[in-house]
């Protein structure tokens, strides 16, 4: 069967689909087991029922984090049991579990908050948080609405060398990287010397990419690495 993302569930009510994804929660009570099952896309709430003893079974054995594909009957939830939450409305009554993959025990409730080492230390599981997916969502959509306004008005993107000879602007420390024949190379502190080349290739032009900055800090503002996004135009006129 082919598999169906959760954020299209709610127009596929009555009807039987699959799904895969991660299980972020199981809940037993009684004869009854409930899942929530995350995929991509977003979050819905599976449950196990006696008639399916095959399915309660497999999902009595589930733990967080283990990788399944499940095939359901996607139901509308009764008035009186409806929730706030992503899907409230609806429900998955599971039909069959399979298993794709398990995951030892974790170490720690994601849902908990974590001291910066514990945190660093596990990032394959700490970014699986929603809170740091929301980060790299945000992200996503910053840059995508860069590119798109850029593009719509006439600019070309490109990109900019990491390895340099010098530093490409000024005024920054550099990391040095040792580089073939014993020479040392650079880590880019800047674009903006390959902005003004291409400039004259293209008139209009912008670029996104890490910049590397070798300065001691003692604030969390400041940053030895960070995603910069620069444009340069030619023919400037005024800034209106």
Known sequence: MKRTFIK?????????????????????????????????????????????????????????????????????RPEKMRTENENGNIEMEVLSINVLSQAHELPFDLDTELNLD?????????????????????????????????????????????LTGDDAEGGANVFDVPYFNEKTAHLGTSPQFYKQIMVGVFERVYTIGNVFRAEKHSTTRHLNEYTSLDLEMGFITDHH
Do not use: C
Request: charged content about 30%; aromatic content about 8%; cysteine-free.
């Open 8 to 76: 299209d569930l709610p127009e596929q009510i009555g009807e039987t689909v699959s799904i895969s994804g991660w299980v972020d929660v199981r809940r037993d009570h009684g004869k009854l087991v409930f899942l929530d099952i995350r995929d991509m896309s977003g979050k819905i709430q599976a449950v196990a029922l006696p008639n399916h003893k095959d399915a309660v079974a497999t999902a009595q054995t589930l733990r967080s984090e283990w990788v399944v594909s499940v095939e359901g009957v996607i139901n509308e």
């Open 118 to 162: 514990t945190y660093l230390d596990n990032l394959p599981l700490t970014l699986r948080r929603e809170r740091a997916r929301a980060t790299f969502k945000v992200q996503s959509e910053i840059t995508k609405a860069y590119r798109s306004f850029l593009d719509e008005e006439g600019f070309t993107e490109f990109q900019s060398p990491k």
